[in-house]
């Protein structure tokens, strides 16, 4: 038999779905800077006051929105890497790439408030920096296991470039080689430049076969961090 409780909990699950649904709607009409909870809770049929017991303030809607969009991807690309398999390293990074394109693809308006421009006066909390960071952690555990199998190729780094190279793998992956972090750092920027160029019309009237485009670029991008194909 259900509790009061339970009902209750499952209503503000319901309602906290539809509000956020919403405002995905209003991202893709009027985009992240004119986000209102006002004028999501006249779409919804609420009263403001009633809104505001879900999220205090238009920020904190951001939030939400925001965590979800980097779970989703996440989420998209540990399956895609779940799929590959026993695949080599080179194999999973390409898997991984073309599972962030296929989502920012299916999801434009919510990739564009997660790697698009600022939303202005809005200050993204450290509650968003675990979800955002799960890509790039895969992809980070893709070059590890290449390291442990057989190595990876090291691009040799210019001295000014040392310590900083040295201080970024000490924080993310005091395992793998400072050469390794550099390339995968800027393998990792590269990766959504492409999805970002592809997304917001840059490659348009220049890439025709964009698919298969992004599946060499995205090979080019394993080599360039070590990932071997052989």
Same mark, same amino acid.
């Given at each position: 038999?259900?509790?009061?409780?339970?009902?209750?909990?499952?209503?503000?699950?319901?309602?906290?779905?539809?509000?956020?649904?919403?405002?995905?709607?209003?991202?893709?009409?009027?985009?992240?800077?004119?986000?209102?909870?006002?004028?999501?809770?006249?779409?919804?049929?609420?009263?403001?006051?009633?809104?505001?017991?879900?999220?205090?303030?238009?920020?904190?809607?951001?939030? +939400? #929105?925001?965590? %979800?969009?980097?779970?989703?991807?996440? *989420?998209?690309?540990? &399956? @895609?890497? !779940?799929?590959?398999? $026993?695949?080599?390293?080179?194999?999973?990074?390409?898997?991984?790439?073309?599972?962030?394109?296929?989502?920012?693809?299916?999801?434009?308006?919510?990739?564009?408030?997660?790697?698009?421009?600022?939303?202005?006066?809005?200050?993204?909390?450290?509650?968003?920096?675990?979800?955002?960071?799960?890509?790039?952690?895969?992809?980070?555990?893709?070059?590890?296991?290449?390291?442990?199998?057989?190595?990876?190729?090291?691009?040799?780094?210019?001295?000014?470039?040392?310590?900083?190279?040295?201080?970024?793998?000490? +924080? #993310?992956?005091? %395992?793998?080689?400072?050469?390794?972090? *550099?390339?995968?750092? &800027? @393998?990792? !920027?590269?990766?959504? $430049?492409?999805?970002?160029?592809?997304?917001?019309?840059?490659?348009?009237?220049?890439?025709?076969?964009?698919?298969?485009?992004?599946?060499?670029?995205?090979?080019?991008?394993?080599?360039?961090?070590?990932?071997?194909?052989?």
């Amino acid at each position: 038999m259900n509790t009061p409780r339970g009902a209750r909990a499952r209503a503000r699950i319901e309602v906290t779905a539809a509000i956020k649904d919403e405002a995905r709607r209003q991202l893709a009409a009027e985009g992240a800077a004119k986000l209102s909870l006002r004028a999501v809770a006249r779409e919804l049929g609420m009263v403001s006051s009633a809104l505001y017991r879900y999220f205090p303030s238009r920020d904190e809607l951001l939030t +939400a #929105l925001i965590i %979800d969009a980097y779970d989703s991807l996440g *989420a998209a690309a540990e &399956a @895609a890497d !779940a799929k590959a398999g $026993g695949a080599i390293p080179a194999g999973r990074w390409v898997a991984v790439c073309e599972a962030v394109r296929g989502w920012a693809l299916a999801h434009p308006h919510e990739y564009a408030l997660i790697y698009g421009s600022p939303v202005p006066g809005y200050s993204a909390p450290e509650t968003t920096i675990p979800p955002a960071a799960r890509v790039g952690l895969l992809l980070i555990d893709i070059v590890r296991d290449a390291y442990r199998r057989n190595g990876v190729a090291r691009t040799p780094l210019p001295a000014e470039l040392k310590p900083e190279a040295q201080r970024m793998a000490a +924080a #993310l992956a005091p %395992d793998l080689p400072p050469e390794a972090i *550099a390339s995968m750092i &800027a @393998a990792w !920027a590269q990766l959504y $430049g492409l999805v970002g160029f592809e997304l917001f019309g840059q490659f348009n009237k220049v890439v025709e076969d964009r698919e298969a485009f992004f599946r060499h670029a995205a090979s080019r991008l394993a080599h360039e961090v070590g990932l071997v194909f052989s």
